[in-house]
Antibody, heavy 120, light 113 residues
Framework: EVQLVESGGGVVQPGGSLRLSCGVS????????MHWLRQGPGKGLVWVSR????????AYADSVNGRFTISRDNAENTLSLQLSSLTAEDTAVYYC?????????????WGQGTLVTVSS | DIVLTQSPDSLAASLGERATINCKSS????????????LSWYQQKPGQPPKLLMS???IRESGIPDRFSGSGSGTDFTLTISSLQAEDVAVYYCQQYYGSPYNFGQGTNLEIK
């Protein structure tokens, strides 16, 4: 069974940092593009970042560029997202999402999400 | 950036009725190299992650009931539920994967009348 399990969410103060992780199983992690998306409370879905199969190609939404860093460990089947300089606008459920083997493919598998709350 | 605009924002239909959700893209997401439309539809129920219903504008995912269908090309797309069931109550999103940032429509809230 294909599974994506996020962890690392919690409450953090404005300006703080947090590291999210996503453990995957049930598929060959190392050949897939992976993404992080988020959804603010009562809001829509927003793409945050993507990383290529070998970890060398990354991209970010303008709203997080320079503050968030995506990475992966193919040996450990783990995707990560380092969040820094957090503001209240970053409060959201963060989803780990599997893309395709090619870059331009849809988001086929989603984790359950982990909640990040930025509050003093 | 490609902007997707869904209509309506909310929709109430009776059980067994047809429900139609539209998605308009600010630019064509039909790729000339393969004649594919880089558009997906998702269903999200409260407290759950989104579920992929349709990719390539009209290809239903495995396990999705055939009352769900997708159509359209270029900039205008439609998700149709042919006979609404109680379990179809959800928010529906369209999304383009033609290029980064991979934007979503604002969502359509589907309810039972």
């Amino acid at each position: 069974e294909v599974q994506l399990v996020e962890s690392g969410g919690g409450v953090v103060q404005p300006g703080g940092s947090l590291r999210l992780s996503c453990g995957v199983s049930g598929f060959t992690f190392s050949i897939y593009w992976m993404h992080w998306l988020r959804q603010g409370p009562g809001k829509g879905l927003v793409w945050v970042s993507r990383i290529g199969p070998d970890g060398k190609s990354t991209a970010y939404a303008d709203s997080v560029n320079g503050r968030f860093t995506i990475s992966r460990d193919n040996a450990e089947n783990t995707l990560s997202l380092q969040l820094s300089s957090l503001t209240a606008e970053d409060t959201a459920v963060y989803y780990c999402v599997r893309g395709g083997i090619a870059l331009a493919e849809t988001f086929s598998v989603w984790g359950q999400g982990t909640l990040v709350t930025v509050s003093s | 950036d490609i902007v997707l605009t869904q209509s309506p924002d909310s929709l109430a239909a009776s059980l067994g009725e047809r429900a139609t959700i539209n998605c308009k893209s600010s630019q064509s997401i039909l790729h000339s190299s393969n004649s594919q439309n880089y558009l997906s539809w998702y269903q999200q129920k409260p407290g759950q992650p989104p579920k992929l219903l349709m990719s390539w504008a009209s290809i239903r995912e495995s396990g999705i009931p055939d009352r769900f269908s997708g159509s359209g090309s270029g900039t205008d797309f439609t998700l149709t539920i042919s006979s609404l069931q109680a379990e179809d109550v959800a928010v529906y999103y369209c999304q383009q994967y033609y290029g980064s940032p991979y934007n979503f429509g604002q969502g359509t809230n589907l309810e039972i009348k």
